[in-house]
């Protein structure tokens, strides 16, 4: 009922407005339709009136015209007085018809109408016609003589009469309507007067009403809260409402927050209350009494108990230290061990436990006037730092209340703090007593030290001396320290000397090594079919022998990248059974030529792709396989990979990566003898000598491979019984988001390089050529320009150019290189060294683009710079492609194919 009563503030708001508006609304119709009424007596009068007034006086018009006319005709005979006579008469019977329709709500006054048409024309008839006529004829009479006639003069004071009769009734009509608008004119004031008037009086009236029951509740509640706010804290004062919509919500709420502030003031009083009455306590005994006194009364409980945590000799125990109000009865029980009963599980659950109707199994209530059974049963945990120091048990007659029970729960913290206060104070007493007993004893002790203390004094100044002696080697460490400092900066610049030696080393031996491997690799071809077997023979070797030599290069510069902590890491995608696949293509033909068992097992489940720098592997698991091959004369050579499993993974693994790949590689090879097996991966070293000399190989490829593991966060383990074979094990770790994850690495790893060993460029996109076209048909005619300082390397390009139909041009530097091409203008590309004498490739290739008819010359740099940043300067120096030395035909044929074709 109360729901369907209600009525909000809003509604009553919004339902004043719309009185307000409808009452507006209905004034405003009324108003308009007066306003309107007023306007079409405005109208008529306008309209009407005044149109009949111009009428009337447009008919005398004419008349006088007809009148003028006729005279004007009898004085001048002309017969122009007779068509204006005419024209006139035609003007004043239009006007009388339009006249006569205008009255037509008025029949008196058409019938006055009627009457002055009838006069008028008898006039003419009997008086203008006839004269109009006898002026042109002039039969006996002079013009004088008929102006002078006055024929119908009591026809035309007739008709001047009804005239006058008819214009004097419209002109009191007139005036009557005038007074008519008037009086509805001040009657629409006294309406507009009227409605103001109702209007003010209905708003003010409403705004009282509504306003009158917000504010006054609005004022009880500030009255009320002013009442907490007061220094009194009065909080009995409660809101009544008879409105039934928001402000009697607001009243409510107001009256909650009231009983809650009063119950929390109660709370907070109680709470100092119980605080106050620890003050002064020393034993425990007093304090829980003192404690079971004061809940009890507040709590309205009949009796309690206090039990304190104590240390047993089986453990963790609570002994009853307080009473209040409770006689002992037969079986009681003092001691709860945890989990005890009641007590001991809410110490250990640290819970509140609370019983209702526990008439039948509690111990009742005496007193002089008999025993009586509890209702309600409680037992709270006093907690401090985490801990239950001790339990309370209240009972009570009646039930406790939600507020009794807050109370509780509040004075249980300051009970606990209490509780701890008074122990620590007892402790310290007991140990003031301990403490004044070892006074006395180390009194007597300390004769003992004093004596003591002279022989420290002794000792003491033979200290003094050896701190001398200490503070004089640490001036020595210092000179030392500063001495090492010197010597790592000289190691410093011995290891930037170091990087600039290999890098002109890189440089000097490619350079020579370019002419050896085009002229071998072209000797080999044998397209002219001029060589021997013997002869090719020869050729392979030399190639042979210089890719070996290259390789050893590039491993050197591995080597010293490593050492430097300058190598570059990529990490990336890659997947397994591409990478199974392609080993597999690469060693299947050497298995076969050894006619050893070559096996690649791929162990489910391997992640399908893996994370990691794949070039570094591929050069970490070919060495393994490399060493396996030359050192497997017979037997096989099997490679496996596998995903590690869970179990297997150290902490430290786990770390790093949740995924680590396991890669093995077993040979049935010589072996490796025990003291050699951590030898192996020292660089330059093999396990000996005779090994060396019967396999060749230079010993840096395990070196490298080890590095490279530990560079990649994983590391590698050999297994070998000399003359059994040997089991190379690498285990690496997915990275997915790179190196940075691996923290013990993040300093080894940078993107400068102290030299490049050789690897295939990317050389862009390749046309695609139909099938069967030969490169001689697209360099056919073609026009290259080689300039190189030494002539090996022009002779080697020359020779093998010309055998691919190009004509050759060479110059032994960058001056004649520019000579060449001012004076030659049919040159198709250039191929250009960068170490020159006189100028460089990188000047010789800027002179070359500043002018214009060689903005779009092709140059490919051809160079033994091994920096890994030499081809980002060559290409913005001019260059358009990069081919480092030696030089590999094939390469440098599609780079030429490529630049050649655009």
Partial sequence: MYAKMKIGLRTKICLSLVIIMLFVILSFILLNQQITSIEQSQTYIVKHDFKVHNLTHEIESQLIEMENNVRGSIISGDQIYISSYQQAERKWKSAYMELYSLLADNPRQQKTLNEVQTAITHWTKTVEIPRLQQSQNQQGQSGHELLDMKPGYIDLQTLREKMNTFRNTEEELTKARTNNLQEKNQT??????????FSCFLSITLAILLSNSIVRTVQHVICAIRGITSDKGRFNQRIHVSTNDEIRELGEATNALLDNVEQREWLQTNVADMMIRYQGVSSLQELTERFLAGITEKMGASFGLVYVQEQGTEGIQYVQRGRFADRPFKGEQKIFQEKEGLVGQAAKEKRVFLLQDCSDSCSPITSGLGEWRPHSLIVVPIVFDEEVIAVVELASLQVFTDLQKQLLKETTHSFGSAIHSVQRRMDVQHMLVQSQKMTEELQTQS????????????????LEERTKEAEEKARDLQQTKKELELQTKQLQA???????FLA???HELRTPLNSILILSEMLLENKNETLSEEEQEFAHIIYSAGTDLLGLINDVLDLSKIEAKKLEMICGEMSIQELCTQLERHFTPIAQQKQIDFQILLQKPVPDLFYTDEKRLQQIIKNMLSNAFKFTEQGSVIMQVEQMQKEQMTVEMEKKSDTWLVITCQDTGIGISEEQQQLIFDAFHQADGAIARKYGGTGLGLSISKE???LLGGSITVHSIQGKGSIFTVYIPNIPKGVEMLEEHAGQITYEEVATSQNTEQIGDVPIVPRGYQESMLFQGKKVLIVDDDHRNRF??????????ITVISAEDGVACLDILEKNTTIDLVLMDIMMPHIDGFETMKHIRQSRKHIHLPIIALTAKAMNHDKQKCLQAGANDYVSKPVNLQQLFSVMRVWLTK
């Fill in 504 to 506: 002109n080393m890189s």
């Fill in 708 to 710: 490279l593991v530990t």
């Fill in 188 to 197: 629409l004031k006294l309406g507009l007067s009227g409605l103001l008037f």
């Fill in 494 to 500: 011995s290891s930037q000397y170091k990087s600039e």
């Fill in 796 to 805: 080697a390009l020359q020779s093998a150019l010309g055998k691919q139909g």
């Fill in 447 to 462: 004769e003992e030290l004093q004596i003591q203390s002279e022989e420290l004094q002794a000792v003491n100044n033979q």
